[in-house]
DNA sequence: TGCGGTTAAATGAACAACCATTCATCATAT
DNA sequence: ATATGATGAATGGTTGTTCATTTAACCGCA
């Protein structure tokens, strides 16, 4: 007698109880989708041709998932976690607020760069998702813009940001600066590359945070 | 023997051949348009459900537009319009590249407040268009943003703004903070408003752009 | 080692629902 | 009368999802 099996893993329902498994295919599920909504969006793309794309029969995909909306949520969580995931390794062994925040922003501008259209699908597709997945996409957003805010609320308390700041508005001033990067390439990559547009941009961000004496802070920083 | 008649206006096919009729439709349709994709997002959004919104029958329609991609090419051109409208009404009288700009960068946010989920709308849909809509809407966004650059070309000239600027990357630093309070409202609502968000944002906004002597030059600006 | 027996995993053809688009028909104004 | 504008039911193509069937892996036992 058969006895029927089913596990929620990542919050999302699969027929499959291996985890490993389960982990396997699904990244392999992914990374086909992610590249089919990014060039033809979510609706245009079948689960047909992402089963081709990942070399899997339409059927296994529904052994991983419960439905298209489950592959899109999976695909979403993928970009989010390469962000939860670089930003770190940057910060790692950095205590000073001012350079660890830049070392976050120059991080998160080299996810983007490298993700692009994957970074682009998120604007376009989260608003597909059904209400409580759609939280669950605004709360890793929220995730990794902690990764910023931190430094910007220790940047603060030690005086080298200025105290009057709005810690969400500035933190998503640092957020969008690399966003953007992705967002306006089609147009940027006509006038400048990642490194330039760092050089123009990353000065002027955080000039727009430091307090007189933060930027003495900084400027004796960038000269050593 | 009834002639077929036809028309081109604004790019788009139309059966019907009264201008005025066809603007009056027209518009009719893409409120209700905007609302739904707004609302559902385009491929939830069906023909029978804008027909409905906008009291009218779905074969109606068709007799305005080719197919679907025109009411969604209008409804960008719509909002695409509206920042093309509104900016150049604060402009008026205003010579100072200086002043211009904030007054432009102003106007352009407020514009983006009024039509939040319109603004991300753009975001979210322009890219379903097929290549020669895409590029229309390029054209435009180019167009809007042209109304700040020449600000910017201006005030360079002028010496206020630093004459190392990359010219299109400052742009979209003022674009783009104008619509990330329409991209981000989900999160800064609670955080700020409309006004709050200006006082922290713009003057790091100008100050990343402007030179020493603009700085002297801004600040007698905002003292008188 | 080899061999039934059992279960998990994978397949892909078929189905049912959905929706953009058409068109035969009707209404209206000139 | 005639041409233009409006209607909405019908259609044809598309695609998410299911499920009957096949394949493969594993296990205990002789």
């Not at 794309?53 to 991983?64: C, T």
């Not at 200025?162 to 001033?173: C, D, F, K, R």
């Not at 957020?175 to 123009?200: E, G, I, P, S």
Request: with cysteine; hydrophobic share 40%; charged share 25%.
């Amino acid at each position: 007698m058969a006895v029927e099996e089913s596990t929620m893993i990542d919050e999302v329902y699969s027929q499959v109880t291996d985890p490993k498994l389960v982990r396997e295919r699904r990244s392999q599920i992914v990374a086909a989708a992610v590249k089919l909504f990014s060039e033809e969006g979510y609706y245009r793309t079948t689960i047909q041709k992402i089963a081709r794309e990942a070399r899997v029969s339409p059927g296994l995909i529904y052994q991983y998932v419960k439905d298209k909306d489950d592959v899109l949520y999976l695909s979403l969580k993928d970009i989010m976690d390469s962000y939860c995931h670089e930003i770190p390794l940057a910060q790692a062994g950095i205590g000073d607020p001012v350079a660890r925040l830049e070392a976050s922003v120059r991080a998160y501008c080299k996810v983007v760069d490298q993700r692009k259209t994957a970074t682009v699908l998120a604007y376009r597709t989260s608003a597909l998702l059904p209400q409580q997945r759609r939280e669950a996409v605004k709360a890793m957003e929220l995730k990794s813009n902690q990764l910023l805010s931190e430094c910007i609320s220790q940047g603060i308390e030690a005086g080298y940001f200025s105290p009057e700041l709005n810690i969400e508005i500035a933190t998503y001033q640092c957020v969008m600066f690399c966003h953007t990067w992705a967002l306006k390439y089609w147009r940027l990559k006509a006038y400048c590359n990642l490194d330039q547009y760092l050089q123009q941009g990353l000065p002027s961000l955080l000039n727009a945070l430091l307090s007189a004496a933060g930027r003495d802070h900084y400027d004796r920083l960038i000269t050593t």
